[in-house]
């Protein structure tokens, strides 16, 4: 379970392209592509491994000035959790 | 993702060579007639048209593609155009510096097959001493540092051993575990009298299946294709004709799917004198069967045509005779009473042998 002081990564099966059609970053794995909403591509950027989730959250709250605190980390959590789940994001041990 | 076609992956199929005899393989059966194979250049040239089309991801199949030498100069050409790159192979041969050639030449994924859990029965499907080896480079491709798929076909024969297919998957730290029940085209419906499970078996199968994805949700991706004999509605094949996928044959023809050179009155092109824009765009092939307009009843007014694409027609080609009729697995199919029949005969379960893939035609 991905949570606020977790560190996630993109998984080593997963890897992001540009779509050449309609320019939006898209997560590719094996047989399979998902297709990320500008938001979602600006969170999953910042899966390096190196950020934790309150850090990206931090990094989106300058930029959503409009959205409160707890929304934007929980939204954030929701994100990366389904995609934890779907095993292309996990947590660096 | 609108709904005008747009291909996403190639399924690049660089020969029919292959050192396995596999009873449910997927190629055509006539595959001598396909021995002139396309070189290396030419490859290259048709990743990148295919990216340029929109396409990204690659998947490197056949037969066995590691029996052509060029594998890392395709997978090179493909990582400089950004597409993701899986290689399919049954892992004979595939030595452990082959493995780090193609890790350095950037392959993504690593798909090995493996047909049982113990290796006489799996070497018995393959028709080739084959399982150790399998394993060897699966734990050579982990400790790589690859991502490992790991890809069972399912079967009357190892539906049963489910549980330990998992077990042995878990145990080789794969990342993803593809359960596919066999697709009864090529080789596989030859041999359908000895590969076909009852419902009970296949009930039993997901069942378990279904336990694995849930139990181990975070850490290995579970899925489970389902035997679509045992359907009520057809397969979305290849997510409509000529609508995702573009297929290119060993000696270069450009299909919609795996087996579409098999079905009468239709004609390809070759990336030998084509371009892929030109045939994807234009080909009277790829328009065939591109969305509803050729569609008969009951497709034709039914709501699912949407969602299925009137299923797969190199099925209903080859179980009525006729590439335009709804596919035979849909139980609003006229000719339905062909898979009740085959239902009916693997719950009779009369003994059958197998009739091993070769590159002569079989009869």
């Known amino acids: ?93 | 993702m609108t709904d005008e076609p747009r291909p996403y992956t190639l399924i690049a199929e660089l020969t029919y060579r292959c050192p396995l005899r596999c009873v449910y393989c997927s190629n055509p059966l006539e595959l001598d007639r396909h021995r002139r194979e396309l070189d290396t250049a030419t490859w290259l040239r048709v990743l990148a048209e295919a990216e340029e089309l929109g396409v990204v991801q690659v998947s490197l199949t056949g037969g066995e593609p590691c029996v052509r030498d060029d594998l890392e100069e395709i997978v090179a050409g493909a990582r400089r155009l950004d597409l993701y790159t899986n290689l399919a192979t049954s892992a004979v041969p595939l030595p452990r510096e082959r493995l780090e050639r193609l890790r350095r030449a950037g392959l993504d994924n690593v798909q090995i097959s493996i047909q049982d859990v113990a290796a006489k029965a799996s070497d018995e499907v393959a028709g080739l001493a084959s399982f150790e080896r399998k394993l060897e480079a699966a734990r050579a491709a982990k400790e790589i540092g690859f991502p490992l798929t790991l890809n069972f076909v399912l079967h009357r024969g190892n539906l049963q051993r489910i549980g330990e297919v998992i077990a042995l998957a878990e145990s080789l730290d794969a990342d993803r575990l593809e359960l596919a029940n066999t697709q009864y085209v090529g080789w596989a419906l030859l041999n359908r009298a000895a590969l076909l499970p009852t419902r009970e078996q296949l009930d039993a199968a997901r069942h378990t299946a279904a336990a694995a994805r849930e139990r181990l949700k975070g850490r290995m991706e579970v899925l489970f294709v389902t035997a679509d004999y045992y359907s009520q509605f057809p397969k979305a094949c290849m997510d409509g004709w000529g609508r995702r996928f573009i297929l290119i044959s060993p000696d270069g023809l450009v299909l919609p799917c795996h087996a579409a050179h098999t079905l009468p009155g239709l004609s390809f092109e070759n990336v030998r004198n084509r371009s892929l824009a030109e045939v994807w765009g234009s080909s009277p092939s790829f328009a065939r069967f591109r969305g509803e307009d050729w569609m008969p009843e009951p497709c034709r007014s039914c709501e699912r045509r949407t969602v299925d694409f009137g299923g797969c027609r190199c099925q209903a080609f080859l179980l009525t005779g006729d590439a335009t009729a709804t596919d035979p697995v849909c139980s609003l199919s006229p000719h339905h009473h062909a898979i009740e029949s085959a239902r009916a005969e693997a719950r009779a379960a009369v003994p059958a042998s197998f009739v091993y893939r070769s590159m002569k035609a079989a009869t």
């Open chain 1, 1 to 93: 379970m991905i949570s606020a002081a977790s560190r996630p990564q993109l998984a080593a099966k997963a890897r992001l392209r540009r779509d050449r059609r309609t320019d939006r970053l898209m997560i590719l794995y094996p047989e399979k592509g998902i297709e990320l909403s500008p938001t979602a591509a600006e969170i999953v950027r910042l899966c390096t491994g190196e950020n934790t989730v309150a850090e990206i959250v931090e990094r989106l709250g300058a930029s959503y000035a409009t959205a409160d605190r707890a929304t934007i980390e929980r939204e954030v959590l929701d994100l990366l959790n389904g995609l934890a789940d779907r095993c292309l994001i996990e947590e660096r041990s």
